[in-house]
T-cell receptor, first 111, second 115 residues
Framework: GQNIDQPTEMTATEGAIVQINCTYQ??????LFWYQQHAGEAPTFLSY????GLEEKGRFSSFLSRSKGYSYLLLKELQMKDSASYLC????????????FGAGTRLAVHP | EPEVTQTPSHQVTQMGQEVILRCVPI?????FYWYRQILGQKVEFLVS????????KSEIFDDQFSVERPDGSNFTLKIRSTKLEDSAMYFC?????????????FGPGTRLTVL
């Protein structure tokens, strides 16, 4: 199957840095997305990686290693509003861009 | 900023009834999707739609489900005879605009409650 694994929960302190990992099946890989989802709301796009390396967008960065089937999302200078679920989603080739989501990592940021 | 819109925000229905969930994708987008998220669970792909036909569907998308693009703007998901287990948040998404690249834009969702 197209399993996507990420930790269920993480906690961190305001102002700190947190790294959320995601592993996926490499066969047919065609891009990886990170979304943020607050409770009861829609996923909102954070980042996209299709080539190896780091993509940086302000306080958020995402890394991809295609050979290892591994990605991480790095959040810097954490704020209370960053408390949310972070969803790793993979697009596999052969489909019309459908996304397969991991179960999400629930991040709690404490003062 | 363009956005995907969905109506209604919350739909309550009796088991066995038909429901239609409505979406207006971002103008100029070419690919449309429905996903669902049962409370506390992951977002699951239901169906993708391109060029006025279903391009892919998941095992969840059985004969009780159908999609339609009745005009140039709306994209609907119909559940013919709802079951208790259809209770979930349903998200519409679109992609394929000339400027936006690869990301899928999600609508705010419709919370469907089947009693």
């Amino acid at each position: 199957g197209q399993n996507i694994d990420q930790p269920t929960e993480m906690t961190a302190t305001e102002g700190a840095i947190v790294q959320i990992n995601c592993t996926y099946q490499t066969s047919g890989f065609n891009g990886l997305f990170w979304y943020q989802q607050h409770a009861g709301e829609a996923p909102t796009f954070l980042s996209y990686n299709v080539l190896d390396g780091l993509e940086e967008k302000g306080r958020f960065s995402s890394f991809l290693s295609r050979s290892k089937g591994y990605s991480y999302l790095l959040l810097k200078e954490l704020q209370m509003k960053d408390s949310a679920s972070y969803l790793c989603a993979v697009r596999f080739s052969g489909g019309y861009n459908k996304l397969i989501f991991g179960a999400g990592t629930r991040l709690a940021v404490h003062p | 900023e363009p956005e995907v819109t969905q109506t209604p925000s919350h739909q309550v229905t009796q088991m066995g009834q038909e429901v239609i969930l409505r979406c207006v994708p971002i103008s100029n987008h070419l690919y449309f999707y429905w996903y669902r998220q049962i409370l506390g669970q992951k977002v699951e792909f239901l169906v993708s739609f391109y060029n006025n036909e279903i391009s892919e569907k998941s095992e969840i998308f059985d004969d009780q489900f159908s999609v339609e693009r009745p005009d140039g703007s709306n994209f609907t998901l119909k559940i013919r005879s709802t079951k208790l287990e259809d209770s979930a948040m349903y998200f519409c998404a679109s992609t394929g605009g000339r400027m936006e690249g690869n990301e899928q834009f999600f609508g705010p969702g419709t919370r469907l409650t089947v009693l």
